[in-house]
C-alpha cells in the first residue's frame, strides 16, 4: 500500500500507479504504434522517406514501451531546442535531484514518483515526434480526441441548446443565478469523466449527464460550490481555467466560460491548455482551434452556430484567451511554480479564481501525496496560494484531501475501486 503522506509510486502495488506503468500505459503506447500501423502504409502514404522514418519512431517508442514495463532507467533529456530548452532543463534537474536521493542510481519508473514518471514519459513521447523529420508536430492522440466528441454529439446538442436558452433571458438575481451558476460549474465538472487515458474514448450520452445531475449530487464528496459563488459575489472577475481534457470536457468548459461572461460574473476568462501532447487527451492549441471547427461543421446546428459566433467574438475581443505555458508540462507539483516559474505565479495571483480542472491538476495540487484523507485542502497545497483556487475533480488516482470525518474508511468497504473510477467527484475551495 502507499504510504500516508508520501507521494505515490508503482512501487506500491496497491496504488494506481502500479497498474498504470504495468498495463494501463503500455496500451496507450500500443495505441499509438497502431496509429501509426493503420496510416503509414504503401496505399495511403506515397512518400517512401516518410514511411521509413515511421518505421525509426515506432522502434523508439518500442524501445520507451519495453523500458517501462522492465522498470528501466529514466534517463536525461537531449531536447534543446526553443522553448524546449527550458522544459528539458527542468526534467534533467528532478531527475539529478532523485539520481541523488537515490544514492546515485538512477531513478526507474517503478520505484521513484508516480507524477515524476508520468510526466516523464509524455514528454519522451514528445521528443521521439519532435526530433523527427517529417513527425515534429504529430499529435497521435489527435484523432480520437476528435471522434470521441464527434460520437459525444448527443450530450453536446442537449447542452448548446440549454445554454442557448438561458442566454435568451435576462439575467437573473439571488438563489436563481446561484443556482444556475452551481448547474454550469457542474456541467464542466462532470465533463472530467471523458478523459481518454481511462474510457479509451467512449462516448458521453446526453442521458447519462444532465438529467441525473440531482441524483449524482451524493457523489460530489466536497463541494464547495455555495463558497465559490460567494468568492465571486463582486462581478466582473477575471477568471483563469487551468484546463485539462479535449473534446467533450472542453465544450463543457467553454459553456460554463460564457455562461460566466453572459451572467456578468466574470469579464474576463483566461484558459490555459498545454503546448504538445499530454496526457492523452489534454487540450492543445489545436485541439482548442478544432471544437469551434468542430462546432461549425460535423457538429453543426443552430444552437451551436450561435455558440460559436459569441465565442469567437470573446477571443477577438481578448474577452477570452489561450494561453499554454511550459509550466503546465513540467513535472513539478504546484508547490514548485513560485520558485519553478515565478512570473506565472505572480501573474495567477492576480486573477479572481484559479479553476483546475481534472485529474492530473488535482495530483499537482496534492503534491501527488497519499494524504491522510481528512487532512486540509489547505494544508495539502503546501503554500500554493497564489489566490483564490478551486478543484474541480473527477477522482481518477489515490491522493484525496479534505474528506469529512468517516466518508473514506465508507468509501473503502463499499467499493473497492472508488478512487480510481471517475464516478466520484470534488468541487474544494481555497478562500485566500
Ligand atoms: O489517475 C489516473 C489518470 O489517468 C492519470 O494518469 C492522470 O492523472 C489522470 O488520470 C488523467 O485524468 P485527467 O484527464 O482527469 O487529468
Ligand atoms: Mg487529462
Known sequence: SPILNQPLSAKYVKSFAYPTFKERIPKIIDSVIECLNINYVKEKCEDEAV?????????????????????????????????????????????????????????????????????????????????????KHYDPFLAVKIDSLLASNDAVYTLAGLLVETKEKTVPTGSKLEELFKFYLKCSLWGNKSDLSLSNGKAVGAEDTFSTFNEMDSEILVNDSRIAYDVLKKKDNTIDIILDNAGYELFNDLVFADFLIWSGIAKTVVFHGKNIPWFVSDVTPTDFKIIFDLLETKLKNENTLTLVNSWREYLDEGVWELKCEPFWTYPCDFSKMSSEAPELYKKLGLSDLLIFKGDLNYRKLMGDIFWEPTTSFKFALRGFEPTNVLALRTVKADTISGLPKGVFEELNAKEANWMITGKYALIQLLRK
Open 51 to 135: 514511411i521509413q522514418e515511421v518505421e525509426i519512431i515506432k522502434q523508439k517508442i518500442l524501445n520507451l514501451r519495453n523500458s517501462m514495463v522492465s522498470d528501466g532507467d529514466l534517463l536525461p533529456f537531449n531536447l534543446n531546442s526553443g522553448i524546449f530548452a527550458q522544459i528539458t532543463s527542468v526534467y534533467n534537474k528532478m531527475i539529478e535531484q532523485l539520481k541523488k536521493s537515490n544514492n546515485g542510481s538512477s531513478p526507474t519508473w517503478f520505484q521513484t514518483e508516480w507524477l515524476f514518471a508520468e510526466c516523464y514519459l509524455y514528454y519522451r513521447l514528445h521528443e521521439i515526434f519532435y526530433t523527427s523529420n517529417t513527425f
